[in-house]
């Protein structure tokens, strides 16, 4: 376990604000969470568990506790047939996301594709529940060990018991959950879900999308142009979660706009998720809203941007007001996808 003291938050999130976090703790096993939670239970700390930091604004008064960070990187493949058309990864919580997913293609396995260059590591993944382009990581999860801190035990989650919603989780409700490693059931049978308007629109051009490591270079293409350069701006990706309202509230709004795009909820067909971003667009005109050092990224409406020497207070204060002209032209109470720390 290594410790590090009064390290800058704006280096340990991708939106790169933020003051000092006291001490960081890197964790490579279950004996380092252990050590970690006895420096930090001494000394009567708060904690946090950070991996990439691409979906979380800190404090500009930074984080008087401990940051733990997950450094465990081993990824083992299995098959799980006899017919052997399936193949368990089992993936350590501090791989970086993107890595895995390259991993998993350049195998010729299905199921994580549609969720290449998605920024953060695996371990937060289950967190948020990540998903795009038609995919969660819900979808091929099939357990997760996780260090339960209420028991200090390690302890077997199986999808089931995750609690998996839209960008939500039971990590995401009850913090005392560490997660150590991710397994993930992927198929070696082609599945290709490329039924996403952007992925669609590249087929039709003769893009051709017939293996899985096709399919992630091409949703790392549509990315690429709809997300800023992270290595360059600063950001969290998508700041605000898509809504979800009732049938009966969408054909309201339907009657007032009628060319606004809604789909019926996987998990409740009565409810209506409506993409945010072409309200942004389309009903406020707010793509590349700009205000101070803060703006809505000129390329995607829901993606919020920092640029240098901007404050968190600066982005709480603007994305109030996206909140507050989204309430009044629809009547939505829109919720954020990032967290505070």
Same mark, same amino acid.
């Given at each position: 376990?290594?410790?590090?003291?009064?390290?800058?938050?704006?280096?340990?999130?991708?939106?790169?604000?933020?003051?000092?976090?006291?001490?960081?703790?890197?964790?490579?096993?279950?004996?380092?969470?252990?050590?970690?939670?006895?420096?930090?239970?001494?000394?009567?700390?708060?904690?946090?568990?950070?991996?990439?930091?691409?979906?979380?604004?800190?404090?500009?008064?930074?984080?008087?506790?401990?940051?733990?960070?997950?450094?465990?990187?081993?990824?083992?493949?299995?098959?799980?047939?006899?017919?052997?058309?399936?193949?368990?990864? !089992?993936?350590?919580?501090?791989?970086?996301? *993107? #890595? +895995? &997913?390259?991993? %998993?293609?350049? =195998?010729?396995?299905? /199921?994580?594709?549609?969720?290449?260059?998605?920024?953060?590591?695996?371990?937060?993944?289950?967190?948020?529940?990540?998903?795009?382009?038609?995919?969660?990581?819900?979808?091929?999860?099939?357990? !997760?060990?996780?260090?339960?801190?209420?028991? *200090? #035990? +390690? &302890?077997?989650? %199986?999808?089931? =018991?995750?609690?998996? /919603?839209?960008?939500?989780?039971?990590?995401?409700?009850?913090?005392?959950?560490?997660?150590?490693?991710?397994?993930?059931?992927?198929?070696?049978?082609?599945?290709?879900?490329?039924?996403?308007?952007?992925?669609?629109?590249?087929?039709?051009?003769?893009?051709?999308?017939?293996?899985?490591?096709?399919?992630?270079?091409?949703?790392?293409?549509?990315?690429?142009?709809?997300?800023?350069?992270?290595?360059?701006?600063?950001?969290?990706?998508?700041?605000?979660?898509?809504?979800?309202?009732?049938?009966?509230?969408?054909?309201?709004?339907?009657?007032?706009?009628?060319?606004?795009?809604?789909?019926?909820?996987?998990?409740?067909?009565?409810?209506?998720?409506?993409?945010?971003?072409?309200?942004?667009?389309?009903?406020?005109?707010?793509?590349?809203?700009?205000?101070?050092?803060?703006?809505?990224?000129?390329?995607?409406?829901?993606?919020?941007?920092?640029?240098?020497?901007?404050?968190?207070?600066?982005?709480?204060?603007?994305?109030?007001?996206?909140?507050?002209?989204?309430?009044?032209?629809?009547?939505?109470?829109?919720?954020?996808?990032?967290?505070?720390?």
């Amino acid at each position: 376990m290594k410790i590090v003291e009064h390290v800058s938050l704006t280096s340990l999130t991708t939106f790169k604000v933020g003051g000092d976090a006291r001490y960081v703790l890197a964790c490579e096993s279950v004996e380092d969470i252990q050590g970690a939670l006895a420096f930090i239970r001494e000394r009567s700390l708060s904690w946090y568990v950070l991996g990439g930091g691409s979906n979380v604004l800190a404090s500009d008064s930074g984080y008087e506790g401990v940051i733990l960070q997950l450094k465990n990187t081993e990824v083992t493949f299995s098959s799980t047939d006899t017919a052997r058309e399936s193949c368990v990864v !089992v993936v350590g919580a501090g791989v970086s996301w *993107d #890595a +895995l &997913v390259s991993k %998993t293609v350049a =195998e010729g396995l299905w /199921g994580l594709e549609n969720l290449a260059g998605i920024p953060g590591s695996v371990g937060a993944a289950p967190v948020q529940n990540i998903g795009a382009y038609g995919a969660d990581v819900s979808d091929t999860l099939l357990y !997760v060990d996780a260090f339960d801190t209420k028991t *200090d #035990a +390690l &302890v077997r989650l %199986t999808k089931d =018991e995750c609690v998996f /919603g839209y960008r939500n989780s039971l990590f995401k409700e009850d913090p005392a959950y560490i997660i150590v490693r991710v397994a993930f059931q992927l198929s070696k049978i082609p599945t290709p879900r490329i039924q996403y308007a952007d992925l669609l629109a590249l087929r039709e051009q003769g893009r051709v999308l017939d293996t899985s490591l096709q399919i992630a270079e091409a949703v790392r293409e549509v990315r690429s142009k709809k997300f800023p350069d992270l290595h360059i701006t600063g950001t969290a990706g998508s700041f605000f979660k898509n809504p979800t309202i009732s049938s009966e509230a969408f054909s309201l709004l339907k009657a007032q706009y009628p060319e606004l795009p809604g789909f019926p909820s996987s998990e409740d067909a009565s409810v209506i998720k409506i993409p945010l971003g072409w309200i942004l667009d389309h009903v406020l005109n707010l793509r590349g809203y700009t205000k101070g050092q803060v703006r809505l990224f000129e390329k995607q409406a829901l993606v919020l941007v920092a640029e240098h020497g901007a404050t968190t207070e600066e982005i709480n204060a603007f994305a109030k007001e996206v909140e507050t002209k989204v309430f009044s032209a629809t009547g939505i109470k829109i919720e954020r996808e990032v967290r505070m720390l």
